[in-house]
């Protein structure tokens, strides 16, 4: 392997992303009447201050150290870049939760050279706990130490624990799909936004499923849940790294057992 | 009033009683394979080994400082007291959250003198943050330090963040009037358990409903609330310290918009 594709260098460089995200967050987080954009005329898609500021920070350390990488961002236009690298940088996932100021948004960072992500960061800077993976290594860091995180062993369907953020999923649809696998769960909860993934690739929780995603929303954690032993694909089995309907599982097994659920409602 | 009803020596005795919690049920979050019972044949409500543990500690400490207070915990039978002094306990609030490894799970602490509450705590010991308040007083510690804490100003209902743990609420007619109010909102959120009533303290959201608690769940949030400028009723409008259907507020103004819609599903 190409010496400038050295792994190592680039989970360096995504944790310095993330800690610059945090630092950039924080101070918003919890203050009263944070200035909120309505994105959409329709619906509640706050974007905030903290989000810019924190995607600002991340961009500006990447002109520095990768003026070659490529980004795609959340809040700003997509930087091309010339060296196969490329970071997909989601600021504040969850806004809704972060203006709620529930501690389950997060700040998403990974890294692809054109298509599925190799390296993921998903962080919580208020609880001041992040999960990252890449190649086939996952590790936790949190309140209480640092420990490598695998996914759940396999379980039949009756004994897993599913999430999703919202019980209307996305279309009439989406929420039919996701509730023909909810009913043969043993438990369903809700609200957590990224950190149902954290969760997931710690070996807390079977399945989460999601639709209506987009790229940035998902590729960090696609890259920590496979670095922990599980996958995610869309309802159709098929790559997930460009968002849409997401289904994220501990093992194949019960990944199979869902999407056997899922697929007649794939879009 | 009488020295022995002392309210500041109580709130040292509830911090080192959730601070007992904390030590108990910590060594048990987010190990696999925890020992979870199933306490009602229908249904999903676990009691895990650090549920008990946890009310054994704080079960001691009180038998130590307060032989003569009541006690009324989630796990074991009630104490009746002969002090006047009444102590609610709920180790672990949030079981089936405990078990998803989610930080939303609380240890509930509160002291009453025989109906309402004088004094709570809600601590969610993880994260290492916890909320209290008494005699018009609260405040908040956590991982970026303490500070006093204030319920938010009246806003009208359509600008209002509501939050409840499930989307069933409870029955189907719980959860017809919690949709009342629901409809009428700016933003909904799942899945915090006793997390949202410390976010209503902190002058974060505006509205949680549930239905169905118990005196143990609610008795801690209405201590917490009040002592921060909120407003805990049952859906009728009266006193909701015996739990059933709960409606919490951040000011007297948001609870009539809430209550106009709720009430015609009160039991």
Redesign the interface.
């Known amino acids: 392997m190409d010496a400038s594709f050295d792994l190592s260098d680039d989970l360096i460089l995504a944790h310095r992303l993330a800690d610059a995200a945090g630092r950039a967050i ?1 101070p918003h987080f ?1 203050t ?1 009447d944070l200035f909120a954009d309505n994105k959409e005329a329709s619906g ?1 898609d706050p974007v905030t201050v903290a989000d810019r500021a924190a995607e600002d920070a991340m961009r500006a350390l990447l002109a520095e150290a990768r003026p070659d990488d490529g980004i795609r961002g959340e809040e700003y236009d997509c930087v091309a870049g010339r060296s196969g690298r490329h970071w997909v940088l989601d600021p504040i996932d969850g806004t ?2 972060f ?6 948004w997060g700040v998403l960072v990974a890294m692809n050279r054109g298509d599925a992500p190799v390296l993921g960061v998903i962080d919580q800077p ?3 706990e992040r999960f990252w993976g890449a190649e086939g290594q996952a590790l936790c860091r949190g ?2 130490g640092e420990r490598a995180i695998r996914t ?1 062993a396999p379980r039949p369907l009756g004994e897993a ?1 599913l ?1 999703t953020t ?2 209307e999923v996305g279309s009439e649809r989406d929420r039919a799909g996701f509730e023909a696998v909810a009913r043969g769960v ?2 369903v ?4 936004d990224c ?1 149902a993934y954290a ?1 997931l690739a ?4 079977d399945l989460v499923i999601e639709a209506g995603l987009a790229a940035y929303d998902v590729q960090a954690p696609i890259a920590v849940i496979e670095a922990a032993g599980g996958i995610v694909t869309d309802w159709r089995g098929g790559p997930a790294h460009q968002g849409g309907q997401v289904l994220a599982a501990a093992n194949s097994d019960i990944h199979a057992a869902a999407l056997a659920r899922l697929s007649s409602f794939a879009d």
């Open positions: 924080l919890r009263p509640f809704r939760g203006l709620s100021g529930t501690p389950t208020y609880i001041g309140p209480h759940r624990i999430f919202f019980p043993r438990l909860r809700y609200g957590m950190y969760l710690a070996g807390q929780i």
